[in-house]
């Protein structure tokens, strides 16, 4: 298990996460080496499918930490991101007592409210387990007040428990915040981490990374399904690819067996990369063999 401390150098990270087959620019090594020396949660925004989620995984893997994820949706409240009690452990146990003959109502209330009864949830997992990467995703899509609530967890990183008193990280975790921007996030959660744009590849590295994570596939299909990616991503459509649909387009066409991508195989295969209908229309009617080809 490698700390945070022994990684000397942006350099050093970005050769430790390439050898987890994810691959970085010096900018996002960057990012991610301040974070992890001045343990500071790292904000991380870009379009859908750019490889924010896949870094905080990669990280895990880099630190030989667990990675505990907490998916963020509207509605999302403290206490299915913090902890809950679990209510029918406590109802078994008072019935385990009163069958027991049990009167003590201060003690049977003590042990009602004992922390083996207490579920964790992603948040209280995080401060408990150390080390830990906690990956907040796609935080653009909980609530304001969950917003707040969660700033003021990664200000201390302890967590108050009325019937059991304060949890405090022994070791903060290594936080990644991620938002594919569908809202703006407020100022003062950015302010709390240091924060990082992600741009969709350019071409080389684009090929460099379908190469890395997919070493059965052809140098020339890898350029090939790259350089439709970006063209797609400059065309007028609902959803443009990210580098994660490249790569399910890339692992389609190598279990087809498919060495060079073609107009025909590339129409039985826009499911992968495109999953709206309407853009997968306006791409064939625009022709394939143009979009293959850069015409």
């Not at 090939?224 to 007028?236: H, S």
């Amino acid at each position: 298990m490698r700390t945070s401390p022994e990684i000397a150098s942006p350099a050093e990270l970005a050769e430790l996460l390439d050898r987890h087959a994810y691959l970085c620019d010096e900018g996002l090594a960057t990012a991610g080496f301040l974070a992890l020396r001045m343990g500071r949660p790292l904000f991380l925004e870009g379009e859908a499918g750019v490889g924010k989620t896949e870094l905080a995984k990669t990280l895990a893997a880099v630190l030989g930490a667990p990675l505990i994820r907490l998916q963020c949706y509207e509605g999302l409240d403290a206490s299915q991101a913090l902890y809950d009690w679990d209510f029918p452990r406590q109802l078994l146990h008072l019935r385990a007592a009163e069958a027991a003959g049990v009167t003590d109502v201060a003690r049977l209330e003590g042990e009602l409210y004992d922390r083996r009864f207490l579920l964790a949830r992603p948040l209280l997992q995080a401060l408990e387990t150390a080390p830990s990467v906690l990956l907040v995703d796609e935080i653009d899509r909980a609530d304001d007040e969950f917003e707040a609530f969660l700033l003021e967890v990664l200000s201390d990183f302890t967590i108050s428990v009325p019937e059991l008193g304060t949890i405090r990280a022994e070791r903060p975790p290594v936080v990644v915040v991620t938002s594919n921007r569908t809202r703006e996030v407020h100022d003062a959660l950015k302010r709390r981490c240091l924060y990082h744009w992600l741009e969709h590849p350019t071409f080389d590295r684009e090929v460099a990374i379908i190469r890395r994570r997919l070493p059965g596939a052809a140098e020339r299909l890898a350029g090939q399904v790259a350089g439709a990616a970006q063209r797609l991503r400059a065309a007028d459509l609902l959803k443009p690819p990210g580098v994660a649909e490249s790569l399910d387009w890339t692992e389609a066409l190598v279990a087809l067996g498919v060495r060079e991508l073609a107009p025909d195989v590339a129409a039985a295969t826009l499911g992968t990369v495109l999953k709206y209908r309407e853009d997968q229309e306006r791409v064939v009617a625009g022709g394939l063999a143009a979009l293959l080809n850069g015409g």
